[in-house]
């Protein structure tokens, strides 16, 4: 991100404005032409809450935003016109503007947050690349930090790793070299990196992740990520685990093409969420000590490939009957989230692209949540509603359970059709024995359609859930 983002005392003159306003009194005197406020009264006299004046060469954007709205509410309208602005002003060709805000103070953050975001674009495969770029924001605001202004921007790039990840193919991002772009966001981040290979994870005796890698013609990977500052504020780690499906075709239960197999390329959409958590947290210089799990392989139908009605042996000793080789997520998060007692966790949170029946229910507007621990799950439905990830609440009722018996084994990896987000979610509770969430983001993680601040493609969506919560733990 080549942004800059300077704080100003005066209004500068001969620069494009953008203002947030509540009510039609606060807009300054002497900030348009006779002519141009004329247009903006009549635009306010018809209700209309979004007006751009054109003042060639620059523009004067205009977000009224009512006081009658919802904290939530106010965030996210004032999040969405940082992302309508970025588009007027790439539409213009405008390399910089200043923003002005006379609505609650906390809403120029997220203002500068949504031009942020709605500024990734993924052109690597463009033989021609686009030439536009936003050089400079100028805020001025008394109330919004430097410090909050540097966080913002690291917290954007952060989303921007996880979204490139998302969107590479797997021919450029088998699991090794998804290790290979987390050593070097560890290093760029200043975060450490521990990479498990195929050997390692062979001794450990991780059955689902090496049952799931089995009909690939590339190794498995386990890495392990770290952000520990000097006196973190915990005694004990917070641990994310991101589910690191690089590609799955469904195994030789073999997914259809259409509206499924095609974009399989984001079944490591927890993967990146949890990357990209580690590298904002690293980048921001948070208090609290993290641990990053993070599970990867592809899931392809080789000769070799594990088959339905195979038992195999997780890195915890429980036995699992495999009655459908795509739902393979959950066979490598049980090892990981096995794996995660190890750290003592004070609370452990997978991601993952888990179950098409998420996405039935939410579609893009938001991911599941469910798990052991009722107040982190309210505090992370709040942040949800402030940052605009959005969770809705679902129970892990023991008659959940009841499928996942097997005659042959421990478990089936299945269960049923019906309740099948909460029987995954049921799944992975037997390999915890600590605080646990799980989130599945199998709706929103990767989108068909800009929206707002969120280019089509993958979102990061997580990334920015997760640097909210942990940061603000105690």
């Known amino acids: 991100m080549n942004i800059q983002i300077t704080k100003i005392k005066d209004t500068k003159k001969k620069v494009s404005t953008a203002l947030l306003f509540s009510e039609s009194t606060q807009i300054p005197a002497g900030l348009l032409q006779r002519n141009e406020a004329a247009y903006l009264n009549n635009k306010l006299d018809k209700e209309e809450e979004e007006i751009v004046v054109h003042s060639y060469p620059n523009i004067s954007f205009f977000q009224k935003i009512s006081g009658?709205?919802?904290r939530a509410a106010k965030l996210e309208k004032a999040r969405s016109a940082g992302g309508k602005l970025f588009k007027h002003l790439k539409a213009e060709g405008i390399k910089s503007v200043q923003l002005l805000n006379f609505c609650d103070p906390e809403l120029m953050s997220v203002f500068v947050e949504g031009i942020l975001l709605a500024?990734?674009?993924?052109?690597?495969?463009?033989?021609?690349?686009?030439?536009?770029?936003?050089?400079?924001?100028?805020?001025?605001?008394?109330?919004?930090?430097?410090k909050q202004l540097q966080d913002l921007a690291a917290i954007a790039e952060a989303v921007f790793v996880a979204r490139d990840l998302v969107n590479e193919p797997l021919s450029t991002l088998s699991a090794v070299k998804l290790a290979s772009e987390i050593s070097k966001c560890g290093d760029k981040a200043d975060f450490d990196v521990e990479v498990f290979n195929h050997q390692k994870i062979k001794s450990l005796k991780m059955g689902g992740l090496l049952a799931v890698n089995k009909g690939s013609i590339d190794p498995p990977t386990f890495s392990v990520l770290e952000w520990k500052p000097k006196n973190a504020r915990n005694k004990k780690p917070i641990v994310l685990v991101g589910k690191g499906i690089v590609y799955d075709t469904g195994g030789l239960s073999l997914k259809p093409t259409p509206n499924s197999m095609d974009y399989m390329k984001s079944d490591m959409g927890g993967a990146a969420a949890a990357i990209g958590a580690l590298y904002a947290l690293a980048k921001i210089k948070s208090p609290i000590h993290v641990i990053g799990l993070i599970p990867a392989t592809d899931n392809r139908p080789d000769g070799n490939a594990y088959v339905p009605g195979d038992v195999i042996t997780m890195f915890d000793g429980t036995t699992v009957e495999i009655k459908n080789t795509d739902a393979e997520g959950r066979l490598i998060l049980a090892d990981a989230l096995s794996y995660a007692k190890k750290f003592d966790p004070e609370l452990v949170i997978d991601l993952a692209t888990l179950t098409g029946s998420a996405a039935v229910l939410s579609g893009s507007a938001g991911a599941a949540i469910m798990g052991n621990s009722p107040e982190n799950i309210q505090r992370l439905k709040e942040i949800g509603d402030l940052t605009h990830e959005r969770l809705i609440e679902l129970p892990l009722w023991d008659d959940f359970k009841k499928p996942l018996k097997s005659p042959i084994a421990d478990l089936n990896n299945l269960g049923t059709r019906e309740g099948q987000t909460m029987i995954a979610g049921k799944f992975l509770e037997h390999f915890t024995a600590y605080p646990w969430i799980h989130l599945d983001i199998a709706g929103p993680a990767f989108i068909f359609e800009d929206e707002a601040y969120r280019p089509k493609g993958g979102t990061g969506i997580g990334t920015r859930l997760l640097v909210n919560f942990i940061n603000s733990m105690t």
Do not use: A, C, P, R
């Open 119 to 146: 500024s990734y674009s993924f052109t690597k495969y463009f033989t021609k690349k686009e030439e536009y770029g936003l050089k400079q924001i100028f805020v001025n605001d008394v109330t919004t930090t430097d």
């Open 68 to 70: 009658d709205l919802s």
